[in-house]
């Protein structure tokens, strides 16, 4: 079921039939296009190059994607558990000399949209989660005290809503959308009176 947006101006096919669907295909994620998807993100810009982000994963199936799963809240545990990857993004939040460093979730959040827009170029598919445990995470997957987890990603081929629970149907198949270009971009900032357009 293609969902891709009618953008004006038009863009890239990339951008256009991204989405972050909640039904996946049983279909695992070959490990050299997990690598590549982490490629992705290694090369995302960085504020002086520090690259404060890090990231854990598992496959369905492991231990690992056990215990990212457990971490979950029960509405996103019960779809997200059926994707065949998920992926705990952490961020950095101190520079190498201890100062804190204020563009690293900025950062993160770049390579994150990296990995993202190399999932679509491969026909996979991405929905970011801010429902977990962030705690319980940092136990589960032993992350060290300098990391921060910041989201949860589950990633794989797209699957039949009707693999959903029937709450979710109508969820899967609603439209895309956003707010209105005026609402977010002004024509310059400031004015006569000093205020913008916001």
Not at 73 to 82: E, G, I, K, L, P
Request: aromatic residues 6%; proline residues 10%.
């Amino acid at each position: 079921m293609s969902q891709t947006i009618l953008a004006e101006p038009t863009l890239h096919p990339l951008l256009a039939s991204r989405r972050s669907p909640r039904a996946f295909a049983s279909l695992p994620v070959p490990n050299d296009v997990v690598a590549t998807l982490f490629e992705a993100a290694r090369w995302a810009p960085s504020a002086n190059n520090l690259q404060p982000w890090a990231f854990a994963h598992g496959a369905r199936g492991t231990d690992a994607f056990d215990g990212l799963a457990s971490c979950l809240t029960d509405t996103n545990a019960v779809w997200a558990t059926q994707a065949p990857l998920l992926i705990l993004a952490l961020e950095r939040p101190l520079k190498p000399d201890g100062t804190p460093h204020p563009h690293a979730r900025y950062d993160l959040g770049q390579a994150v949209a990296h990995l993202t827009l190399q999932a679509s170029a491969l026909d996979l598919h991405v929905h970011q989660m801010a429902g977990f445990d962030a705690e319980r995470v940092r136990t589960v997957a032993a992350i060290p005290p300098d990391l921060v987890p910041v989201t949860v990603i589950a990633v794989g081929y797209l699957g039949a809503p009707e693999s959903l629970p029937p709450a979710l149907h109508e969820r899967e198949r609603a439209p895309r959308s956003r707010k209105p270009l005026d609402e977010i971009v002004v024509t310059a900032i400031g004015g006569a009176d000093g205020a913008g357009d916001w």
